[in-house]
């Protein structure tokens, strides 16, 4: 059985954003973002427009980061998945579950653009998540210690509930705390639950002293992981 018939993402569908466009006199919309991109290549949209997504403040149009990508102000192209997926131990089953989760840990850092991560881990027969990398400017006494029955990360976790934050609120500001060791601070910070096998097999924990997270980069980090402990299984 292909390992996603049994490891379903935790991110929840939601529907893509509707922008809407002001020239300062004129508001228009909603509209998607693929039309919003077609209406600037073709001169429709004003290049110096603002835009609004529903619920959302008004931004300069190029603050938008498809509309970035689109003129090439985003920087270098981001290795794909499966250039990632590839990149984890092609060759040979890792050594131990340390090796493991750096492998997992490092390739979530380079698909979502992470500063700072850690991987909790629990072994196939083991009840205990213990934490088993730490990447990036953080504490190395954080490595093997494990994590109480009782940690508010982890009930989410077991409830298949991803962090995000900002905003932040009790379980982002648990995640905050955990991570802010970290160089140059917690401007965002992600918890994302890898389930394998309908099992909970690990906590992916990232931050960075930037903007939020996509859930797009963390769903693909998401991914990475569950293929990574796939390989290793067959």
């Not at 929840?12 to 020239?23: E, F, T």
């Not at 980061?65 to 089953?93: C, D, M």
């Not at 088993?132 to 190395?140: F, L, N, T, Y």
């Not at 797009?216 to 299984?233: F, G, N, P, S, V």
């Amino acid at each position: 059985m292909h390992y996603e018939a049994f490891s379903p993402s935790v991110f929840r569908p939601i529907a893509p954003p509707l922008w809407y466009v002001s020239d300062g006199d004129i508001t228009v919309g909603p509209v998607p973002t693929r039309l919003l991109l077609r209406g600037l290549e073709h001169g429709r949209v004003p290049d110096d427009c603002w835009v609004r997504a529903s619920g959302g403040d008004w931004r300069n149009v190029h603050a938008v980061r498809e509309v970035a990508a689109l003129g090439g102000k985003v920087g270098p192209r981001l290795p794909t998945e499966e250039q990632l997926v590839e990149w984890a131990s092609p060759a040979a089953r890792v050594r131990d579950e340390e090796e493991l989760a750096h492998q997992l840990t490092w390739l979530a850092l380079v698909a979502t653009g992470a500063e700072s991560g850690l991987f909790h881990y629990r072994a196939p027969r083991s009840r205990w998540f213990v934490t088993r990398s730490v990447v990036g400017a953080m504490p190395p006494d954080l490595l093997g210690r494990v994590l109480r029955d009782w940690d508010p990360l982890l009930e989410a976790a077991r409830l298949g509930r991803p962090v995000l934050g900002p905003p932040y609120g009790p379980l982002e500001d648990a995640l905050a705390t955990r991570m802010a060791t970290s160089q140059g601070g917690v401007g965002a910070a992600a918890m994302v639950p890898i389930f394998w096998r309908g099992t909970l097999r690990g906590m992916l924990e990232l931050s960075r002293p930037g903007h939020a997270f996509r859930r797009e980069d963390l769903k693909t980090a998401e991914r990475i992981a569950q293929r990574t402990l796939a390989r290793q299984a067959n």
